[in-house]
Every structure is written in structure tokens, then in C-alpha cells.
């Protein structure tokens, strides 16, 4: 069987016309040092990261298109976007698409009140 070079996926190659999402290019520069975020990556729309979190951090801001960012840090990881209800519902749509895009592992709506989380994307299960 063949290993697959993680680093060739289509996913994973930035486009030099996109450009990270805040706070994306600390991150990358800690995955280029061989760190893994233990428990995934939290993406925080139009409000600033809480950076005392166990997640590694990503944000949006208001005046940025989400489908303009490079949203490959989220590929193959567990990604939760932190109250994701308080978010405007097209920002929202707008913002899932675009990770669903970089094809994350499991994908979940954190939110502030019940059922305090939606599943967006299921993961596939330990391998």
C-alpha cells in the first residue's frame, strides 16, 4: 500500500492569491515546527479568539469574505466554531462552506444555548 504525501493533498496547498485567516500564519508556523493541536482548532466569527483556549485559535472579521481565506490549516482536524449561534445566519453559512471546502475531519457548531453543539460534519471515527 502506498503512503499518501499529506502535504500533496489539494486541501493542503495554499494559493498565494489566498491569504490565512487571523491569526492562521501563527499556527502554521507552529505545524512547520511539527506541533498537532491536541484537541483541534477553534474558528471565532467577527469576534476576537479567546486565547486562553485549549483549541488553536482562527478568526474572521467582519470585512473579510470567508470563501477569499485559506482555510487549509483545517484539513484533516477536528475544527469547532465557537458560538457559532451568535453569529449572523448567512456569516454562518458562509463560513462553514468555505472550511467544508478545506475538508476537515469533524466539524462542529459550538453554541450558548441547547443543544450547546451541532454536528456539521461527523468524523469517520479513530483510525
Known sequence: MATTD???????????????PAYG???ADRLREGFEPPHGVAVWIDTAP????????????????????DWSLC??????????????????????????????????LLLERPPYCHIAIRGEGAR
Open 50 to 69: 479567546s486565547l486562553r483556549g485549549i483549541c488553536a485559535p482562527l478568526a474572521v472579521f467582519a470585512d473579510t469574505d470567508p470563501a477569499a481565506l
Open 6 to 20: 499529506l502535504r500533496q493533498h489539494p486541501a493542503r496547498r495554499r494559493s498565494p492569491a489566498l491569504r490565512l
Open 25 to 27: 500564519a501563527r499556527l
Open 75 to 108: 484539513h484533516r482536524r477536528d475544527v469547532f466554531i465557537a458560538r457559532a449561534d451568535t453569529a449572523a445566519p448567512d456569516r454562518l453559512r458562509a463560513v462553514v462552506a468555505a472550511i467544508t471546502e478545506a475538508k476537515p475531519r469533524r466539524l462542529l
